[in-house]
């Protein structure tokens, strides 16, 4: 393991929004998107964040880049806590950080040229002198396989693929350490979708990035990521590497979500046990007490109704949040 | 949104200053300065805005809108005498536009592209362009005076309402229309169109069960800011072809600079509109479950 | 295995303002008894047009029927008036789409519009057909059915919507269940309770599966054999473990390498290029302009399908191993 | 590198026009209208407010007893008919356009503060347009006008202070769904600032519809200066306007045709024109971000 500095490191993170209602605006609950949790991004490696839709994934992203501030916790960059500065203080820091969107359609402003939309970061952060802006925007366009000419030409004449490539070569633009990629193949044709995971793989290699993956797919994020933390309902479940998680899943829900997730293998697929859910997700307007997942868990005891399970180290760099492995600390 | 109203009819009166001289038309001569300011007394001017204000709402809610300059009685009483004439005119008005516009409208997006929507098209780009005040005039002109079908003003029988009627809905059939048009082309290509037609049922079950209803719903709405325009028309309508309502009556107080009667007049209009708005609030919980239980 | 469906030469057309889209060219596939066919396809390969033509569900215009046929049971269904056609939907053929949010009409009772099709083809009467839709909305798991069909489609979960969706398209106890990705829109742990539940239903209900889906894993797990479309064509067919196994036309092989491997770090062997617009008539093989085993002949005609025998066709004409 | 500048075909506006028989014959309509409007002094020869009693009532050239002096015959006390609707369509097209550039920059405004930053301030504002919307408009102005006055001036203030709320809805609606894309998130992201986000990423995506709003707007303000000038609280005494010849007309409306038919053909024409116009556009733009 070369890489231990710690880049980026989240504790204690919640994010809750306020639900209003009536004539005054009066706050009548809360969405507990993200409810208190922790976890380190190493430099030059990939964490995945995997989870169902609803399960604050998303959330977490915004919140570290401070696009939706947190309600609290923190967000240290290199030691600097990001949470506590004002947007006006926090754009400096944007140059470090940057992130890829799922919807290749809604990420590009449909009135602004391909050369418009990759120079923007530069001309914000006045990065270089204008003569030198357009052949930066070629070279960065053809970091991301693209064709130069095309600089000059609207979102609508590109595919889903290519528009994908415009937003990562912008996200590049500023040189940053730390990528957040939320969902960034998902809305992808699937002969597409191996081009650009390609291509965000060997840009990793090339210039020594910070990715934080977030997707719903767990072979997919076992594919991409060193590490993987998976989420349920605001709060993380099973934390570990990639292999670790994969291979031997601990927690019940990463178990049946792994399970759940088909194969492209027939053969496999006929044969295997397969752990099926019941009932769906909860509201996380009013999520169950004590462990969130006790409601479909097929393991749940009567102590998972009382008390939260705490995200617990069970030995090397492996954590899990449940009940059923309290003892095992001292095994 | 009353409290609202109210405060913008009482406004009327500072608009221009001070409305002891508005009335008065300037400072006329032969009046002292003592003379003025006793008028204002009288007329309780030089009391706080805000004392002004609670005390005409208050006699307001009470029913008692204050005395006209003009007609030398209470307000409304006058208004008592004109209200039902209007109501008439535009409650007609609107149900005609309704039972027009609707089925032309549904009309056109069923049979989107052919004749009958190029046809209903037009009707409307002319039903929308031509001022109401000239199609008013116009049919005075050539059906009342050159043909003699139908009284010129006037109130009476019904064949006095014909050409009032007319003018006053002639703009709101051809914005329903339009209305209703693209509502239901919307409608229809909603996936749950497709659904209906996959269980088999048949083409008219899938219009009238399940695109017509869903159609209608933005179109309650409409009837909301129909009364409204239907409303302010009248005041032109009226003119035109001196029907004793409310419109008319507004007109000859604001240009007699009959401001009590003014405030009555835009009070009363602008109230019912509010409530009509509120009843379509709740017509649209009545049509829309996702409202209703929400 | 007697055949239930089975299309031949179909071709579909889209007339726009600025061209016509060759959507679906001369597809030939069938459809077995009691057995479930997936459809694999990108966005514009035709799979969805291809099962909605065969139910008059391609509005015209744009679209035009060009040619085909397509035989349920010894009837050509696309020589059907909208009116004979009409007997086949929803009640030997049943239909549920993607996104069950937007499949339901808002306004409507979800029970309201389960006895539709049930009045409308069985003629039965209102106080049964709740009965029986009520025991529909029983089997394919829907707690506290009887109280629920009152309910309103917006208050019910993406996951229990679909269920509803399947429910009422099952009604009339169809022969045929067309499926059109009803998974896409819906979580991991939820698609895996849908797959279950049609697989358990097809089972009771002895009926036939049609699901078409871009997801290779998702048929993996419940097709007995797989058409693989690509560029409004049917490019390879198969029974499910020898697709799998010994994909033949490059463009399947490429579909399956480039999924996530269980092997991490090793790059994913990417298919080149864009999905094509057809725009015009194809001229060669569709796939000819991001196949790396591309010959000048495949730019110029289009392969004719090859029987590889053992129930396996290929659209290639290379026969490539 | 000299391949890169190779400007991309923008969109063909002036194909879509001549596809659309009606559009474009309504533009060249509304060409002419505006051609007589500018150059009114050099196309007449008389003064449109020269009295002349012994020339009242001329009708047209074509009917009996007219005088190929005056065209389109004259009124009650003798002026050139057509003279005055020349002079007319300024009037009319001056209060549409000026009225409709001052609501559009109010509406315009106040629909991006509301949409973009929302609280209180957009509480306040969109109440005050609910309170304006449940005004019969044109009683609005009545009043306004009583009290003020008449006058081109504040028959143009009036129309365009009055005249925001349709933009401000319509920015606002428009502002709060593009504040949700992703492209906007990405600006923040890079650092951008507020106002940078407001002008080079709201204001290009909301121009469309304000155009097509702007474009009825004018209509029915021409529409709305003659129905004032028509109930006598328009634009002052001296200045020849349609709805003040409406109005005139209406006196004689069973002895002279023409004082009635002929500025209600003109304005007719006029709103009928950018109507059809705004159909055109609104098609072009986008179907669907703007209802009427």
């Known amino acids: 393991m070369e890489h231990n500095e710690k880049l980026l490191e989240v504790r204690n993170l919640k994010k809750y929004f306020p639900i209003k209602k009536g004539l005054f605006k009066k706050t009548t609950g809360y969405v507990y998107a993200v409810d208190d949790i922790s976890f380190d991004l190493h430099k030059g490696r990939t964490l995945g964040l995997v989870g169902e839709s609803g399960c604050g994934k998303s959330t977490t992203g915004r919140a570290i880049l401070q696009l939706q501030p947190p309600t609290a916790g923190e967000v240290l960059y290199e030691g600097e806590n990001l949470a506590v500065l004002s947007q006006k203080q926090m754009r400096p820091n944007r140059r470090k950080m940057q992130i890829i969107f799922q919807d290749p359609y809604a990420s590009l402003n449909p009135r602004l040229t391909v050369e418009e939309i990759v120079s923007e970061p530069i001309i914000v952060h006045k990065l270089l002198p204008k003569d030198q802006i357009e052949d930066r925007v070629a070279e960065l366009l053809g970091l991301v396989g693209l064709d130069s000419e095309l600089m000059n030409r609207y979102p609508h004449e590109f595919s889903g693929g290519q528009r994908q490539r415009v937003s990562i070569a912008r996200a590049l633009a500023l040189n940053p350490d730390l990528i957040v990629c939320d969902e960034p193949i998902s809305a992808l044709d699937v002969s597409i979708q191996a081009q650009v995971l390609n291509l965000l793989i060997r840009l990793q290699k090339e210039l020594d990035l910070t990715y934080l993956f977030i997707a719903h797919d767990l072979s997919m994020v076992h594919y991409v990521s060193d590490d993987m933390a998976v989420m349920y309902l605001g709060t993380i479940v099973e934390k570990g590497t990639s292999e670790q998680l994969y291979k031997d899943p601990m927690h019940p829900y990463t178990r049946a979500l792994l399970s759940a997730e088909p194969k492209a293998n027939p053969r496999l697929e006929k044969e295997r046990h397969r752990i099926i859910l019941k009932g769906e997700l909860p509201s996380p307007i009013n999520p169950p007490s004590g462990c969130r997942f006790r409601t479909r868990c097929p393991q749940a005891m009567d102590i998972c109704k009382e008390i939260r399970p705490e995200l617990q180290s069970i030995g090397d760099e492996r954590m899990v949040a449940c009940h059923l492995f309290n003892g095992s600390k001292e095994n | 949104m009353i409290i609202g109203v109210t405060i913008v009819a009482f406004g009327v009166n500072f608009l221009a200053g001070d409305p002891t001289l508005v009335i008065l038309g300037g400072e006329p001569r032969g009046m002292t300065r003592e003379d003025i300011d006793d008028f204002r007394h009288e007329m309780g001017f030089d009391r706080p805005v805000i004392v002004q204000y609670l005390d005409w709402l208050g006699s307001a809610v009470q029913g008692d809108f204050g005395t006209s300059y003009r007609y030398r009685e209470s307000n409304t009483a006058v208004i008592r005498d004109r209200l039902p004439n209007t109501l008439k005119l535009a409650g007609v008005s609107l149900i005609l536009s309704l039972i027009i516009a609707i089925p032309l409208g549904v009309l056109a997006a069923i049979k989107k592209g052919t004749f009958w929507d190029r046809f209903s098209l037009v009707i409307a780009l002319i039903g929308q362009s031509v001022p109401s005040f000239w199609l008013g005039l116009m049919l005075i002109m050539i059906v009342a005076v050159k043909f003699g079908l139908v009284p010129v003003s006037g109130t009476g029988g019904i064949e006095y309402m014909i050409l009032p009627v007319i003018t006053l809905t002639s703009f709101s059939i051809a914005r329903n229309m339009r209305m209703v048009r693209s509502s239901m082309l919307e409608v229809l290509g909603e996936d749950y169109i497709r659904t209906a037609k996959s269980k088999g049922l048949k083409n008219s079950v899938v219009l009238r069960r399940h695109a017509l209803r869903n159609a209608l719903i933005p179109v309650v709405t409409l009837i909301g800011l129909d009364m409204g325009a239907l409303l302010g028309g009248t005041i032109i309508t009226e003119t035109i072809f001196a029907w004793p309502g409310m419109g008319w009556l507004t007109l000859q107080a604001i240009q007699g600079k009959d401001l009590p009667l003014v405030q009555a007049c835009v009070t009363l209009m602008a109230t019912i509109f509010v409530l009509i708005n509120l009843i379509v609030d709740f017509a649209y919980s009545v049509l829309d479950p996702r409202v209703r239980l929400s | ?321 | 590198m000299n391949k890169r500048k190779k400007k991309h075909k923008k969109h063909d506006w002036l194909r879509d026009l001549r596809e659309n028989k009606a559009a474009l014959v309504s533009v060249i309509v509304l060409g002419i209208i505006v051609f007589f409007a500018v150059f009114a002094p050099l196309l007449t020869t008389q003064d449109p407010n020269y009295t002349n009693l012994r020339v009242r009532l001329l009708p047209p050239v074509p009917f009996e007893g007219s005088n190929p002096e005056h065209l389109l015959g004259t009124d009650s006390v003798g002026r050139d008919v057509a003279s005055r609707l020349i002079y007319g369509a300024r009037i009319s097209l001056m209060v549409g356009f000026i009225a409709v550039v001052i609501s559009g920059l109010i509406g315009v405004a106040l629909g991006l503060i509301t949409g973009y930053f929302g609280g209180w301030v957009d509480d306040v504002i969109m109440r005050l347009a609910d309170i304006q919307l449940a005004f019969p408009f044109i009683l609005l102005m009545l009043a306004v006008l009583a009290v003020v006055g008449p006058g081109l001036w504040n028959v143009i203030l009036v129309l365009g202070v009055t005249g925001w709320v349709a933009y401000s809805r319509i920015v606002r609606g428009c502002v709060m769904s593009l504040r949700e894309k992703e492209f906007v998130e990405a600006a923040r992201a890079i650092g951008a600032s507020n106002q940078r986000i407001i002008i080079k990423h709201l204001i290009p995506n909301i121009i469309g519809p304000v155009v097509v709003i702007a474009s009825f707007s004018v209509s029915r303000t021409i529409i709305a200066e003659a129905s004032l000038s028509f109930l006598g609280l328009g634009v002052d005494v001296e200045t020849a306007t349609w709805g003040k010849m409406l109005s005139e007309g209406r006196l004689y409306i069973s002895d002279a045709w023409w004082l009635t038919t002929l500025p209600g053909i003109c304005l007719a024409l006029t709103v009928l024109c950018i109507n059809v116009f705004g159909d055109w556009l609104r098609d072009v733009v986008d179907p669907k971000s703007v209802e009427r």
Not at chain 3, 119 to 146: C, F
Not at chain 3, 194 to 210: A, D, G, N, P, T
């Open chain 3, 1 to 321: 295995m007697s055949k239930l469906l089975e299309i031949k030469n179909l071709e579909v057309h889209f007339n726009t303002r600025d061209a016509t889209i060759y959507a679906v060219n001369n597809v030939n596939l069938h459809v077995n008894e009691c057995e479930t066919l997936g459809i694999v396809g990108e966005s514009g390969s035709g799979k969805s047009v291809t099962m909605m033509s065969i139910l008059g569900l391609v509005p015209t215009p744009p679209g035009e029927i060009k040619k085909g046929t397509a035989f349920f049971k010894g009837t050509d269904l696309l020589s059907l008036s909208p009116r004979q056609l009409r007997k086949f939907q929803g009640n030997r053929i049943g239909m549920i789409f993607q996104d069950p949010m937007t499949s339901f009409n808002p306004v409507l009772s979800i029970g309201r519009q389960m006895i539709e099709a049930l009045e409308w083809h069985k003629h039965v009467g209102r106080a049964e057909a709740y009965e029986r839709a009520a025991h529909m909305l029983d089997l394919v798991g829907i707690p506290n059915a009887s109280q629920r069909i009152r309910e309103f489609p917006h208050q019910f979960s993406g996951g229990m919507r679909q269920r509803a969706m399947i429910a009422m398209a099952l009604i009339c106890e169809p022969e045929l269940l067309i499926a059109d990705e009803p998974t896409t829109a819906l979580d991991v742990t939820i698609q895996a309770q849908i797959v279950e539940l049609v697989l358990e239903l097809q089972e009771k209900l002895k009926m036939s599966v049609v699901w078409i889906t871009h997801d290779l894993a998702v048929v993996a797990r419940l097709a007995e054999r797989v058409s693989v479309m690509y560029g409004g064509k049917v490019i390879e067919q198969a029974d499910v473990l020898d697709l799998y196994e010994h994909p033949n036309h490059p463009y399947t092989q490429g579909l399956l390498a480039s999924l996530p491997s269980e092997n991490r770090g090793t790059e994913l062997k990417a298919i080149q290029g864009l999905p094509p617009i057809l725009k015009e008539e194809p001229k060669g093989c569709t796939f000819a302009k991001r196949c790396s085993y591309a010959k000048p002949e495949c730019f110029l005609t289009v392969p004719e399908m090859q029987d590889l025998g053992n129930n396996h066709f290929s659209c290639c004409r290379l026969g490539v191993k």
